[in-house]
C-alpha cells in the first residue's frame, strides 16, 4: 500500500547536528563534543558561504547573491556549480552523515542555516539588545551586561578582506553603540554612575558625534556631582558637533550646561566667581529690550542704580579673571 509520502528513512530533528557558533573574533564550531576552526571547513569560500548564511541566520540567501558576495564582478563561468560544490564541502564538514537535514538547508534557489539548529553568538547578541529595549531597568541591565561580554571581540575576524564582511560589521557596530549607550542611561537609572560613564565613553569612542551618547555622558557627571568634568565634556561635545556637523548641541544638553554653570557657580574660589558674574550678564542680555527697525532705535529704559552697580562688578570680575589667565599665560 502507497501513502504519497517519501518513506525513506530521514534524521529526526533530535538526530540532526547542533551547532553553537561563535563569530566575534575568530570562528568557532562545536558539535557536540567536536571543535571545528576556520581552516577546516574545506577552504576560504566555503567558510564565507557558512559566515554569510550566519549573519543571516534563519534567512534565505539565494544562489546568485552568495555568488555576487563571493566573486562580484570576477564571478567564474561555473560558478553556480563550483558554489554548489562548495556547499556539498561545507556540509560534509558540518553535518557529516546528514546530508541536507542537518543545519544548513536548501530552500528555493538558495540556502538557510536553521535557527533551530543553530546557535551564534551574534545573534544572541541581538535578541539580549531587543528583550532590552523592551523592559525595565531593572531587567535590562543584567541582558545588556551579558550581551556587551558577547560583544567582545571583533565580529568576523577571520575575514578582514571581503566587502559583505565589512558591511555586517558596520551593521554590528551601530547596533553595539546602540547597546552601549542604552547600558549607560540605565546604569544611571540603578544609580550606578561608574557603569554609566564607561559605557558613555566606550559609546562615543565608537562614534564621536552621537549625541545621544554626550547627553549619556554629560548628566551621568551631573548625577556625580562632577560638574567641571560636565562642563568640559559639553563643551567638547560642542567642538565636536560644529567642527563636523556645522551645529550646536541640542536642547537637553543646553538646559545640562546650565545647571552644570549654576552649580558651579555655587561653590568658592575664582572660577565661582567667574561663572556667576557670566550667568548674570547672561541673564541681563536675555531679558534686554530688542532693537526695532535700524531706521527707528527703539527708546532705552535707564536701568536701576543696583543693576546697573551688579553689572559692572560682574564686567569687573570677568575682566579682571582674563588679565590674570593672560598674564599666566
Known amino acids: 500500500m502507497t501513502t504519497g509520502f517519501d518513506t525513506r528513512e530521514q534524521p529526526t530533528t533530535a538526530a540532526k547536528a547542533h551547532l553553537?557558533?561563535?563569530?566575534?573574533?575568530?570562528?568557532t564550531i562545536r558539535r557536540g563534543p567536536v571543535v571545528l576552526r576556520a581552516h577546516q571547513l574545506?577552504?576560504?569560500?566555503p567558510r564565507q558561504i557558512f559566515e554569510i548564511l550566519l549573519v543571516n541566520l534563519g534567512l534565505p540567501v539565494s544562489k546568485d547573491r552568495l555568488i555576487e558576495l563571493l566573486w562580484g564582478a570576477s564571478a567564474p563561468v561555473e560558478a553556480l556549480p563550483t558554489l554548489e560544490s562548495y556547499v556539498s564541502v561545507l556540509r560534509r564538514h558540518l553535518q557529516p552523515g546528514a546530508g541536507k537535514f542537518g543545519p544548513l538547508q536548501t530552500t528555493t534557489g538558495g540556502y538557510v542555516l536553521d535557527r533551530d539548529l543553530v546557535?551564534?553568538?551574534?545573534?544572541?547578541?541581538?535578541?539580549?539588545l531587543f528583550r532590552a529595549q523592551k523592559?525595565?531597568?531593572g531587567l535590562a541591565y543584567p541582558l545588556l551586561l551579558r550581551a556587551l561580554d558577547l560583544a567582545n571581540a571583533p565580529l568576523l575576524g577571520d575575514e578582514l578582506v571581503p566587502g559583505w564582511a565589512a558591511e555586517a560589521r558596520d551593521l554590528h557596530a551601530a547596533r553595539l553603540t546602540s547597546a552601549r549607550i542604552l547600558a549607560s542611561e540605565t546604569a544611571a537609572a540603578l544609580h550606578r554612575i561608574d557603569d554609566a560613564l564607561e559605557f558613555a565613553n566606550l559609546a562615543l569612542a565608537d562614534e564621536p558625534l552621537n549625541e545621544r551618547a554626550w547627553t549619556a555622558l554629560i548628566l551621568g557627571l551631573e548625577m556625580s556631582g562632577r560638574h567641571a568634568e560636565g562642563l568640559q565634556a559639553y563643551d567638547r561635545c560642542r567642538h565636536a558637533m560644529q567642527n563636523e556637523l556645522g551645529c550646536a548641541p541640542g536642547p537637553i544638553l543646553r538646559a545640562a550646561q546650565l545647571r552644570?554653570?549654576?552649580?558651579?557657580?555655587?561653590?568658592?574660589g575664582d572660577l565661582a566667581d567667574v561663572l556667576s558674574a557670566l550667568l548674570m550678564l547672561h541673564e541681563?542680555?536675555?531679558v534686554s529690550p530688542t532693537n526695532g527697525p535700524a531706521s527707528r532705535p527703539a527708546p532705552t529704559t535707564p536701568r536701576p542704580e543696583p543693576v546697573a552697580d551688579s553689572l559692572r562688578e560682574a564686567t569687573d570680575v570677568v575682566t579682571s579673571f582674563l588679565r590674570r589667565a593672560v598674564a599666566r599665560a
Not at 574545506?42 to 569560500?45: A, F, L, R, S, Y
Not at 546557535?119 to 539580549?128: C, G, P, R, S
Not at 552644570?260 to 568658592?268: F, Q
Open 260 to 268: 552644570l554653570l549654576r552649580a558651579t557657580a555655587d561653590g568658592d
Open 284 to 286: 541681563q542680555l536675555s
Open 20 to 27: 553553537t557558533v561563535h563569530v566575534f573574533g575568530n570562528l
Open 135 to 137: 523592559t525595565i531597568s
Open 42 to 45: 574545506g577552504g576560504p569560500k
Open 119 to 128: 546557535d551564534v553568538d551574534l545573534d544572541q547578541f541581538d535578541v539580549l
